[in-house]
Structures are given as structure tokens and as C-alpha cells.
């Protein structure tokens, strides 16, 4: 399970789009949320989008892995799809929120995160305000909560620099590479070749 955050603005999801065009075996994880879709998201490929009494249904029946109120709204992470995921074979590449990638970590220790960064304070103004969405006060409120999200960056076992799009894929696809090395994800495939050589005259003698 590959955890990502960082404040919104960061280009989460252009970044995320990019390494799933290039990458094999990893899905992207679609979650739940009661906010209204935005121009060019479409249902069960960028959220599914619920009302606040099915989210909150389905909280209490305990059907998610992670869920957070962001700026007003809720959004969640379905059991089911880790499950799915797991079943099919494939890593699970997560876009959530400080507080959910701090839930995850409680269930899932093994868990890669990774924080996204913008390039500047200025830079992540100016994709905000890019967006067009509410007023001057929501606007500031949503830089006061990525300033607070930011602070939380030593928390995460990788941190990427999002000033280039190319650079920062390149450095996504290598923390997902490296976490598919570890000697745990390995242990498996090292036993099946360890036990294709032929026992040592000291092993007979055992």
C-alpha cells in the first residue's frame, strides 16, 4: 500500500495520473466523498460520489479503512478495495489527507507514504486561486490548513518535490520500485530460488 498526501494545490493528482500510466501492478484506490464532482471528474474513476447520510452509513458499518472531514466534506477509503487489490495481486496507491494517511499507518505499519510538496508558498497560491472555488475566506482557510498539513512532512518515510511533473513521477515510480524490493515483499521469491541449489556437504551431514 503506497500512502500519498500533501496540501491541496500540490498536484496530487496529476501526479498520481502520470506514475499509474507508466507503472504496472498498482490500482489507484478510489474513495468515497460527499463533495460535489468537479468539471472532468467522473463517478468510480476519480471518487465515488456519495451523500452525507450513505458516507455516514457506511462509516458506522465500519466499511472503511480510513475517513476524514476535509474542508467541510468527508471522504473515505473503502475495506473493499484494499481487499480487491490484495486479491487481484496488485500494490494500492492511496490519495488522502494528513489524518487519514495517520489512520492507515495504524493498520497498516508496513505502509509506504509519501508527502507531496509544492515549490513554494506563491505556487501554491496561484494554483488555488487558479481553481476558482469559493470565496476569499475558504481560500484562506485552505492555505492555513496546508500550511498545518506541511508541517507534518516528518511523519512520512519520503517527501517529493512537485516542481517539475516529470522529475516528481520519476521520483514517485522509484520509492514504488524500491518498496517492491524490500526483503519482506522479496522473502518469498528468495526462498523459491534458495531452494533450487543442491544442499552442501555440511547440510547432508545435518
Keep these: 500500500m503506497v500512502v500519498v498526501s500533501g496540501p491541496s494545490g500540490a498536484g496530487k493528482s496529476t501526479l498520481l495520473r502520470r506514475v499509474l500510466s507508466q507503472l504496472d501492478r498498482i490500482r489507484f484506490s478510489v ?14 474513476v476519480d471518487y465515488h460520489f456519495v451523500g452525507r447520510t450513505e458516507f455516514e452509513r457506511l462509516v458506522n458499518e465500519g466499511a472503511f479503512l480510513e475517513w476524514a472531514q476535509v474542508h467541510g466534506e468527508l471522504y473515505g477509503t473503502a475495506r473493499a478495495e484494499y481487499e480487491r487489490a490484495e486479491r487481484d495481486g496488485v500494490d494500492l ?31 501554491l497560491e496561484r494554483r488555488l486561486r487558479g481553481r476558482g472555488q469559493g470565496d476569499e475566506e475558504a481560500f484562506r482557510r485552505r492555505l492555513e490548513t ?32 524500491a518498496a517492491r524490493c524490500r526483503t519482506r515483499r522479496m522473502d518469498a521469491v528468495a526462498r523459491k530460488i534458495l531452494d533450487t541449489f543442491r544442499p552442501t556437504k555440511a547440510d547432508e551431514r545435518k
Design 31 to 44: 474513495s468515497h466523498t460527499t463533495r460535489a464532482a468537479r468539471d472532468g471528474e467522473a463517478e468510480g
Design 93 to 123: 496507491l492511496l490519495d488522502v489527507d494528513v489524518q487519514g494517511a495517520a489512520q492507515v499507518r495504524g493498520h497498516f505499519p508496513e505502509a509506504v507514504t509519501v508527502f507531496v510538496l509544492p515549490p513554494s508558498y506563491l505556487d
Design 146 to 177: 496546508a500550511r498545518a498539513e506541511m508541517s507534518l512532512y516528518p511523519e512520512y518515510d519520503y517527501v517529493i518535490l512537485n516542481k517539475e511533473l516529470g522529475r516528481g513521477a520519476e521520483d514517485l515510480k522509484a520509492v514504488i520500485r
